[in-house]
């Protein structure tokens, strides 16, 4: 940890969350992850809904990860262990992307049934259809792609 992220005297654990996103709006990355992961250190003990705005710094914390794969594990913790967090559909719905960016289009498929289910006032409600519509063209592409690979070659 850097020195500047423990909390001072009297400075409590939320105002570090406070910090830590006052500086990703700025775009200091650099000291927004430093405050973030201090937040959830320092908030680490706590349970039941006190521990939710943990979801948020976490979710922050992704926005900024340049690995998408840790970014996906990020959502993924705040999709299981938050699931009443204010961010828990946008993160199901970030992983449904990542999905189908990376081709997995029936887990993106499943994400995004989930997120129907699970969040039915989610403001990603109106873009699960076409969403779903883009898992549908996709893997019929792919199964015209595999039915030309299968069909025997003609000579000319």
Same mark, same amino acid.
């Given at each position: 940890?850097?020195?500047?992220?423990?909390?001072?005297?009297?400075?409590?654990?939320?105002?570090?969350?406070?910090?830590?996103?006052? %500086?990703?709006?700025?775009?200091?990355?650099?000291?927004?992850?430093?405050?973030?992961? %201090?937040?959830?250190?320092?908030?680490?003990?706590?349970?039941?809904?006190?521990?939710?705005?943990?979801?948020?710094?976490?979710?922050?914390?992704?926005?900024?990860?340049?690995?998408?794969?840790?970014?996906?594990?990020?959502?993924?913790?705040?999709?299981?262990?938050?699931?009443?967090?204010?961010?828990?559909?946008?993160?199901?719905?970030?992983?449904?992307?990542?999905?189908?960016?990376?081709?997995?289009?029936?887990?993106?498929?499943?994400?995004?049934?989930?997120?129907?289910?699970?969040?039915?006032?989610?403001?990603?409600?109106?873009?699960?259809?076409?969403?779903?519509?883009?898992?549908?063209?996709?893997?019929?592409?792919?199964?015209?792609?595999?039915?030309?690979?299968? %069909?025997?070659?003609?000579?000319?």
């Amino acid at each position: 940890l850097v020195l500047g992220a423990i909390p001072a005297a009297g400075q409590d654990a939320a105002q570090l969350l406070d910090r830590g996103k006052r %500086a990703f709006e700025a775009g200091d990355f650099e000291s927004a992850r430093t405050d973030l992961w %201090a937040y959830l250190e320092a908030t680490a003990g706590l349970t039941g809904p006190s521990r939710l705005p943990q979801a948020d710094a976490l979710y922050t914390i992704a926005l900024m990860e340049a690995d998408a794969g840790i970014a996906a594990q990020h959502y993924s913790t705040i999709v299981e262990e938050y699931a009443a967090s204010s961010v828990a559909d946008e993160a199901l719905f970030r992983l449904a992307q990542l999905d189908l960016v990376e081709g997995r289009t029936e887990e993106a498929r499943e994400r995004l049934q989930r997120l129907s289910v699970d969040y039915p006032f989610s403001r990603f409600q109106a873009e699960i259809f076409n969403a779903l519509s883009r898992c549908q063209r996709i893997r019929e592409r792919a199964h015209r792609f595999l039915r030309l690979l299968e %069909a025997p070659q003609r000579l000319p």
